[in-house]
């Protein structure tokens, strides 16, 4: 037996000896990914509902029982068309009562008229005794009174009269009320009533229908996210889809983006109006959209990956390629950005924070300038702010800021962060009708990265000036030039190869270690691959 174990151990010894002296060299995994040329879309998504551009709600202005109906769900309506009708007996029994008290206010006009006569005629004969002195003088007074209180109770009764015939108007129109006539052209989407049901309209005028004007324009009341609000447009072109038709897209275009935040559950949207046509009338109001927004497209362009430009080698990274690791600068900024869009300009409006002198002197981005990199929230109230500014006010910042950078270059100290700049002008001010016909126009997307090529098994990173970006690929707007060691590098063009990712020893064993039980038992030595 003990044999047998000594047998075993030896057994166990050779084979570790094995596979420990057999062990095979680590060779690094090198995925790639190639440049394409093709179109880029920066887009937002947002859901909403559709509507009709124009919706009335038809009410009925007067109690009572609805005795026809004469229009239902889908009637095509025209103006002055009866579409229903409330029961009118209690109306034409209100016409006949007023009828009467306007009747008989005229006969108190007419008997009241012949009592003024009389005391008229009653005074004169007083004033005649009264001057022949065959009355006394308080007779005389008596009779001006009667001929005063009669002319006042004959104005009264006219009052009467007026205010029964306005009684009877009233009726009359109460009365052609309870015929219900469509006020536009247009369908019939909604019907809330039927024959038979009491309808109350003491506090406001119930809902009996609701027409939409024309069914061939809807719109999309989308909800978009306040991180995206600030890029909406109006005539940025929309695509969206509905779930009756999953397998269509249909056409619009951005026409209003509404002021009034909505808030629910601590999320803060904007409703955006998305106009739509629909001349086959395949949309039908209520449906849901799910809408993509087109902010900015760039057609037939050069596209890097994005996980090429997100590839990021490390010292473990150049040892499994045995080569050692270059010295590399910080990324420059290509010659084809414009410091005003790329976000320069929000320094100079804040005094040079982080980049240099506030009128112009601020090095943009990592590696850009000594001022080291911009705080992305002051870039994004910097954009907010550009874009809500005039052309004119644009114009204006862009002189002083083209101002300062000649006072910097002179040796002026630039002006003081917090000197006092010129008096906006007030929205109401600018001429324009609407808010949104004062949203500047999207600043043009500018920035760089570095991009890293293989060549004879050797990396070499190319800085690269990028543009719009869909979140998959990105715009090359300029082809590269060698950053690493001089070696001459091609421009990049449609089918170049770029590394996106290259595996490492401590990558493999961390993962190996991961996927491996602590339970199970390990052979052989640790950099073994398996």
Do not use: C
């Amino acid at each position: 037996m003990k044999y047998l174990l000594l047998g075993l151990t030896l057994a166990a010894a050779g084979a570790w000896w094995y596979y420990a002296s057999e062990a095979p060299e680590f060779v690094p995994e090198i995925r790639s990914v190639e440049v394409t040329r093709g179109d880029i879309v920066e887009s937002v998504a947002a859901t909403g509902a559709l509507e009709a551009v124009t919706t009335v709600q038809i009410g009925s202005q007067v109690s009572g029982i609805i005795q026809a109906l004469h229009a239902d769900f889908n009637s095509i309506v025209r103006d002055g068309d009866v579409i229903a009708r409330l029961d009118p007996s209690l109306f034409e029994t209100q016409i006949e009562q007023a009828r009467a008290n306007l009747l008989r206010a005229e006969a108190d006009v007419e008997r009241l008229v012949v009592a003024v006569d009389d005391a008229r005629t009653q005074h004169e004969r007083s004033v005649e005794l009264a001057a022949q002195e065959l009355i006394s003088q308080t007779e005389l007074e008596t009779a001006e009174v009667n001929v005063r209180s009669a002319t006042a109770q004959l104005r009264s009764a006219e009052a009467q009269v007026i205010q029964a015939r306005a009684s009877l108007n009233q009726n009359e129109v109460n009365l052609e009320h309870t015929v219900i006539r469509a006020p536009i052209d247009g369908i019939v989407i909604s019907r809330l009533v039927d024959v038979g049901q009491t309808v109350a309209a003491s506090l406001q005028a119930p809902e009996l229908f609701v027409i939409a004007a024309d069914l061939t324009e809807m719109r999309v009341i989308a909800n978009v996210d306040e991180s995206d609000v600030g890029r909406i447009r109006p005539e940025q072109r929309v695509s969206f889809v509905v779930d009756a038709y999953p397998d269509e897209t249909f056409a619009g275009t951005v026409s209003q983006i509404r002021l009034e935040p909505i808030v629910q559950q601590n999320v803060v949207t904007y409703a955006t109006v998305i106009d739509a046509p629909n001349l086959d009338l395949k949309l039908k109001p209520g449906m849901t959209a799910t809408a993509t927004i087109e902010i900015a497209r760039r057609d037939d362009v050069v596209r890097v990956p994005n996980a090429a430009l997100r590839f990021r080698p490390t010292a473990e990274t150049f040892m499994a390629l045995n080569q050692p690791a270059p010295e590399l600068p910080a990324v420059t900024s290509p010659e084809a950005i414009d410091p005003a869009v790329a976000g320069g300009e929000q320094f100079a409006a804040a005094g040079g924070a982080r980049g240099g002198p506030g009128e112009g002197g601020f090095a943009f981005g990592v590696g850009f300038g000594a001022g080291g990199p911009p705080d992305p929230e002051d870039m994004r109230r910097f954009r907010e702010r550009m874009q809500q500014m005039s052309p004119e006010e644009r114009e204006r910042f862009r002189e002083r800021r083209r101002a300062g950078r000649g006072r910097a270059a002179a040796g002026a100290p630039a002006r003081p962060a917090n000197a006092a700049s010129e008096p906006s002008v007030p929205a109401v001010a600018r001429g324009a009708t609407t808010i949104d016909a004062l949203f500047g126009p999207l600043p043009e997307p500018r920035s760089s990265g570095r991009v890293w090529l293989l060549d004879e098994g050797r990396l070499h990173a190319v800085d690269v000036g990028l543009g719009l970006t869909d979140g998959t690929s990105t715009e090359l707007v300029r082809p590269g030039s060698d950053a690493s060691d001089g070696h001459a590098v091609p421009a990049l063009a449609a089918g170049t190869t770029l590394v996106s990712f290259i595996s490492t020893p401590e990558a493999g064993a961390a993962a190996r270690s991961t996927a491996t039980s602590p339970l199970m038992p390990r052979f052989g030595p640790p950099g073994r691959r398996r």
